[in-house]
């Protein structure tokens, strides 16, 4: 067994006319949008540059241009590509990019054009900022979110363009990103999509559920998880999902490089393991416990917390001086909204003991 990059040391001489599209292409790609390219992929639909030239354009760069980079591995997946025969010659287009943190809005998608007349609009998951994670909370309140909103704009565009099939797919919110757009989507765009793959993408809310276009692309949607799956099991999901082995445990099994794969595929289990059905119960008994008032509540003083020092992402907010930030902007807090977080987090307690 292997990862994503020993799956391209074994595929990567196929070009897709000998061996098909595969749910392991579509996370390679989904972990392609994480790569910031910026001013390096053309915003036009009509402008497109190969995978192999934005990948050398991108690592020519020095890691200050290059801005912040989700993970290491994210960057020896991008120089694999860009040597491998199946990959290399695709083209890159339609790059976006919005991060508005007055909107609590982090949006980014890239469009890989295949080569068979079809394209795979890959959506960007959470990147780590405190916006990508607050937006995140708010898809446990609000119908739609604003990157939702950007989704379907962004599919709509495209296909405004370009006339042949579409695939959809993220890892992470980009899943979540992908399933929500595409069930926005208008019916004329919708008979166009071949495909959506969410790769631990968290679920729907019932307004979204409800959508005709979700109805209709649910035999459509391809839904996958870790066997320890967390994210990918939040909210509801209607269309089934596929069980993924992984070399991490719990929360680290997120990681799309840590799923297991064996040839053309991934390595497949019958069922999430115990540990991610005790985590799904309490957390979906927790929320159900909650109004959607309160769960605006406790998101909106939790980031405001966070983000009351120098932190901008969920790892300089955990930094001692931004935790000490933190506590001293509690004390100025509304002590209804404080009242609000810590009854919700002893909520979140009793569920955990009767998920026991």
């Not at 990019?97 to 079809?118: I, N």
């Not at 980009?174 to 969410?198: C, E, F, M």
Request: net charge negative; hydrophobic share 45%.
């Amino acid at each position: 067994m292997g990862n994503l990059l020993d799956y391209l040391t074994w595929r990567g001489d196929l070009v897709f006319d000998r061996a098909p599209f595969s749910p392991v292409d579509g996370l390679i790609l989904s972990a392609l949008s994480y790569i910031h390219f910026d001013g390096l992929i053309p915003e036009q639909a009509e402008r497109s540059v190969p995978l192999a030239q934005a990948a050398k354009d991108y690592l020519a760069l020095s890691p200050t241009l290059r801005g912040r980079s989700r993970c290491e591995k994210d960057l020896s997946l991008l120089q694999t590509l860009a040597s491998s025969t199946r990959f290399a010659r695709l083209e890159l287009c339609a790059r976006a990019d919005r991060f508005v943190p007055r909107e609590e809005t982090q949006f980014a998608a890239l469009t890989v054009l295949l080569g068979d007349g079809s394209a795979f609009l890959a959506f960007r998951g959470t990147d780590g900022t405190l916006v990508g994670w607050k937006e995140d909370f708010n898809l446990s309140f609000m119908d739609v979110v604003p990157a939702q909103l950007e989704a379907a704009e962004y599919i709509r565009d495209f296909a405004a363009f370009f006339p042949g099939l579409l695939r959809l797919g993220g890892h992470s919110k980009g899943g979540n990103l992908a399933v929500a757009g595409a069930s926005l989507a208008s019916v004329k765009v919708r008979d166009r999509i071949k495909s959506v793959w969410s790769f631990d993408g968290p679920g729907l809310t019932p307004y979204l559920l409800s959508r005709p276009g979700y109805q209709e692309l649910r035999t459509r949607i391809r839904s996958f998880v870790p066997r320890s799956s967390v994210v990918g099991l939040l909210l509801a999901h209607e269309e089934p999902h596929t069980v993924v082995d992984s070399d991490q445990q719990g929360l680290f099994q997120h990681d799309p490089y840590s799923w297991q794969v064996l040839g053309p595929d991934f390595v497949r289990l019958e069922e999430v393991d115990a540990g991610s059905r005790l985590i799904d119960r309490t957390l979906k008994s927790w929320l159900a416990g909650l109004t959607s008032q309160q769960r605006e509540t406790v998101a909106d003083t939790l980031y405001a917390l966070l983000s009351s020092g120098d932190a901008r992402t969920v790892k300089e907010a955990l930094e001692p001086k931004n935790l000490a930030n933190a506590l001293r902007a509690a004390l100025d807090a509304d002590p209804k909204d404080l009242l609000t977080v810590t009854g919700s987090l002893a909520r979140l307690a009793g569920a955990a003991l009767r998920a026991l």
